[in-house]
């Protein structure tokens, strides 16, 4: 189980996290749903250690073996396809590369630089690349924006496949009825409903 426990952060005067709790299982998708701004990609940054909380704790995590998929894509736009995928991955695993454009569905795309494909097809290609740095847990912000449905839902059959937990973050009634919880948030500062 992975437990917030009394987080409270603030950016600036803006209080995003009061005491705030929960409770995330270790298996399966979790979604965390919510409003615009109330606090979701601050607590997936959070339980990425990638925001120090000014108080509370974080257990059941172990940030350096945790991949985020950031809201924005961060494709590195000089390099190709597969490169952005493979600049990820270990010497040893260099030649997964092609393993995950096709978990994309991005076949036949490994050539091609960011800004030769669509937003959709960008978007998936950062899923990939979260995917293929693996680790213990995904933190997944909007993973599916820009997707249409029908690969949205082999996507997220994918990702149950990887047997790794991941949670995301997300709007998408078709993800939220997929997953195996769904935690309703509201805020700020971010309260469970």
């Known amino acids: ?19 705030f709790s929960l ?56 390099r190709t396809a597969a490169q952005n995928i493979t600049d990820v991955l270990p010497r040893s695993r260099r030649g997964e590369g092609p393993r995950w454009l096709a978990f994309a ?34 933190l997944l912000d909007e993973p599916f924006a820009g997707v249409d449905r029908s690969r949205t839902a082999r996507l997220l059959d994918r990702l149950r496949g990887l ?3 991941a949670v995301l973050a997300t709007h998408q009634p078709q993800v939220l009825a997929a997953c195996d919880t769904i935690i309703s948030l509201d805020g700020p500062p971010l309260y469970r409903v």
């Open 163 to 165: 047997g790794v937990p």
């Open 105 to 138: 569905e991005l076949d036949g795309e490994g050539e091609a630089y960011p800004t030769a494909l669509s937003g959709g097809m960008a978007r998936r290609l950062a899923l990939a690349r979260c995917a293929a740095l693996g680790g213990d847990l995904l």
């Open 23 to 78: 409770e995330i299982p270790d298996r399966g998708l979790t979604a965390l749903s919510g409003p615009s701004g109330c606090g979701k990609t601050t607590l997936l940054r959070v339980m990425a250690g990638l925001a120090k909380p000014e108080s509370g704790t974080v257990s059941g995590i172990d940030p350096a073996r945790t991949a985020l998929l950031f809201q924005e894509d961060r494709l590195l736009p000089w």
């Open 1 to 19: 189980m992975i437990k917030l426990t009394d987080l409270t952060l603030r950016y600036g005067d803006k209080l995003v996290l009061d005491r």
